[in-house]
């Protein structure tokens, strides 16, 4: 009867590297990573080389402050949505591995220093630009778009394409067109991917009451805006030319390709009444972003001659 007993009352114990884990997954470190993927590249191109190692580390130790302040206020304002989703409900919050007080001041802590530390190491700008992309995250997207509009990640997607303009900054202290360029490849790049993913857990969303597009219209509609987002994107990739080599001109038309050939493929099987493959452009979307920022770094650190005109 006592072992009964002591089966009943024990409760797991929590190491400190459990805390650590929960604390670090509230930032959304896989996230984080895809974003510093494209700040590196955008620094180099700014730079027309290999920026200092020092600027580097400065700006991607800041704007991993940033991005992971931005993503745990997230979670603390989704909270909610997180719990009734499957593929979320692992989360620290709807788990209660985390205090939803202690999330809160560890997200602002986290912003707070992530512009402490980019003002003296890189410039104001890009804290100040890194800030913004946190207050438009949480207080735009978060918080107004996603449970209000189907269009939610089109523009709230805004938010992730500031990690290039903030490489940018840090590194000529302004911000100049291929610097807008490059946001605009990510911000077209967002629903594409993310509609992806939405059309796997649409069901998961309509449950959450948010009006992601998969949930509010027919397939058929959302992959004809997928393939629609993805030649902008494509046509918008080539907008970098003048800027770079052949490097990154040759990597931009190839790999622009072959999204649109799983984007028009994804697209013909919904039109023929096939559930298509979503989630096969989902995790191909983020090879490919990747591999066009690493085509813009090689061309970069090589310093090819622009095919255009110098900037």
Same mark, same amino acid.
């Given at each position: 009867?006592?072992?009964?007993?002591?089966?009943?009352?024990?409760?797991?114990?929590?190491?400190?590297?459990? +805390?650590?884990?929960?604390?670090?997954?509230?930032?959304?470190?896989?996230? =984080?990573?895809?974003?510093?993927?494209?700040?590196?590249?955008?620094?180099?191109?700014?730079?027309?080389?290999?920026?200092?190692?020092?600027?580097?580390?400065?700006?991607?130790?800041?704007?991993?402050? /940033?991005?992971?302040?931005?993503?745990?206020?997230?979670?603390?304002?989704? /909270?909610?949505?997180?719990?009734?989703?499957?593929?979320?409900?692992?989360?620290? #919050?709807?788990?209660?591995?985390?205090?939803?007080?202690?999330?809160?001041?560890?997200?602002?802590? #986290?912003?707070?220093?992530?512009?402490? $530390?980019? &003002?003296?190491?890189?410039?104001?700008?890009?804290?100040?630009?890194?800030?913004?992309?946190?207050?438009?995250?949480?207080?735009?997207?978060?918080?107004?778009?996603?449970?209000?509009? /189907?269009?939610?990640?089109? $523009?709230?997607?805004?938010?992730?394409?500031?990690?290039?303009? =903030?490489? $940018?900054?840090?590194?000529?202290?302004?911000?100049?067109? !291929?610097? #807008?360029?490059?946001?605009?490849?990510?911000?077209? &790049?967002? !629903?594409?991917?993310?509609?992806?993913?939405?059309?796997?857990?649409?069901?998961?969303?309509?449950?959450?009451?948010?009006?992601?597009? !998969?949930?509010?219209?027919?397939?058929?509609?959302?992959?004809?805006? =997928?393939?629609?987002?993805?030649? +902008?994107? +494509?046509? &918008?990739?080539?907008?970098?030319?003048?800027?770079?080599?052949?490097?990154?001109?040759?990597?931009?038309?190839?790999?622009?390709? &072959?999204?649109?050939?799983?984007?028009?493929?994804?697209?013909?099987? =919904?039109?023929?009444?096939?559930?298509?493959?979503?989630?096969?452009?989902?995790?191909?979307?983020?090879?490919?972003?990747?591999?066009?920022?690493?085509?813009?770094?090689?061309?970069? /650190?090589?310093?090819? !001659?622009?095919?255009?005109?110098?900037?």
């Amino acid at each position: 009867m006592s072992a009964a007993l002591g089966a009943t009352t024990e409760t797991p114990r929590r190491t400190r590297r459990d +805390v650590v884990r929960a604390y670090v997954a509230l930032t959304k470190p896989r996230i =984080i990573e895809l974003l510093l993927v494209t700040t590196v590249p955008a620094m180099m191109l700014a730079e027309r080389g290999i920026p200092s190692p020092w600027l580097v580390f400065a700006t991607l130790f800041g704007g991993t402050m /940033a991005a992971g302040s931005a993503n745990a206020l997230n979670c603390v304002a989704d /909270a909610d949505i997180d719990a009734v989703m499957k593929r979320t409900a692992s989360r620290p #919050l709807p788990k209660h591995q985390v205090p939803t007080r202690n999330a809160l001041v560890f997200g602002v802590t #986290l912003g707070v220093l992530s512009f402490a $530390w980019l &003002w003296p190491t890189t410039n104001l700008l890009a804290a100040l630009l890194a800030v913004a992309a946190i207050l438009f995250y949480v207080l735009i997207y978060t918080m107004v778009l996603k449970r209000r509009t /189907a269009q939610n990640i089109v $523009w709230g997607g805004a938010a992730g394409c500031m990690p290039v303009v =903030i490489g $940018w900054s840090a590194v000529t202290g302004s911000v100049e067109w !291929p610097a #807008l360029v490059m946001f605009g490849v990510i911000f077209f &790049w967002t !629903p594409p991917h993310f509609w992806a993913l939405a059309m796997k857990f649409k069901d998961d969303y309509a449950r959450a009451g948010v009006p992601m597009l !998969p949930v509010v219209t027919t397939a058929d509609r959302v992959a004809r805006q =997928i393939v629609t987002y993805s030649w +902008v994107m +494509v046509v &918008w990739t080539l907008l970098l030319v003048p800027a770079t080599g052949w490097v990154y001109t040759a990597f931009a038309v190839v790999t622009g390709a &072959w999204f649109l050939i799983v984007a028009h493929r994804l697209y013909a099987a =919904i039109r023929r009444g096939e559930p298509g493959k979503p989630m096969k452009l989902f995790h191909m979307s983020n090879t490919y972003l990747t591999l066009v920022f690493v085509a813009l770094a090689v061309d970069s /650190a090589l310093s090819l !001659p622009v095919l255009g005109f110098p900037f």
